[in-house]
């Protein structure tokens, strides 16, 4: 389905793919594990994040950025090919990703609406992967303002902002704590797939 200009690829993972995709994920956050960021002014994200690949996504108050190692100092675990294998598939692009961002929402987490704009080139499409409980996706304009729809995300859906959409502002308003028993101990993780230079 599409939804204001986004590709939403629903159940485009299977069961087994699923499961396989979270035990590589799992791995990724033993080695680089999960940290609850602050907005450069100071405020506590709700999303607990990790990466994988050459670089990573941080924020503190020093601000909104990509680097080479984990906030602990150390270097980022490399991409799963499990996930690089979803990247191949859906964008059919040679080039692979340099950042998998990991974001895990516990009960109550959500993300307010921004665009992904941190990246040096926005021809390159960011491709997202929806593990555990269902998120509601909510989905705006490039331009701040203007109407919204939203969708709920479920578990092993992929969705691809691209082309003129690459841009739109999105969010996740809430999740449906509880509603997947993909991860034993509750929750919503989403991947994030970025060219970033
Ligand atoms: O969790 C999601 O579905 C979206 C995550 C997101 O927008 C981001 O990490 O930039
Ligand atoms: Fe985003």
């Not at 090919?81 to 191949?88: E, G, L, M, N």
């Not at 992967?129 to 109407?147: E, I, K, W």
Request: glycine fraction near 14%.
């Amino acid at each position: 389905m599409e939804l204001r200009g986004v590709e939403i690829r629903k159940g485009f993972l299977d069961g087994a793919a699923q499961r396989a995709l979270l035990a590589d994920i799992r791995e990724v956050v033993r080695v680089a594990p999960l940290v609850a960021p602050e907005t450069p002014r100071g405020r506590p994200m709700s999303v607990r994040m990790s990466a994988a690949g050459r670089v990573g996504w941080v924020s503190d108050r020093a601000g909104y950025r990509y680097q080479e190692h984990h906030p602990d100092g150390g270097a980022w675990p490399e991409i799963p090919d499990s996930v690089r294998a979803i990247w191949s598939a859906v964008t059919g692009l040679s080039r692979q990703p340099d950042c998998c961002l990991v974001n895990y929402y516990g009960e109550g987490a959500r993300m307010g609406l921004h665009q992904d704009r941190d990246e040096g080139d926005f021809s390159w499409p960011v491709v997202s992967v929806s593990l555990g409980d269902d998120g509601l996706f909510r989905v705006g304009n490039v331009a701040r303002g203007g109407p919204t729809e939203s969708v709920w995300l479920s578990s092993g859906d992929v969705v691809i902002l691209g082309g003129a959409a690459r841009l739109v502002h999105h969010g996740v308003d809430r999740i449906r704590f509880g509603s997947s028993r993909l991860l034993a101990q509750g929750g919503r993780i989403n991947l994030t797939l970025r060219v970033v230079a």
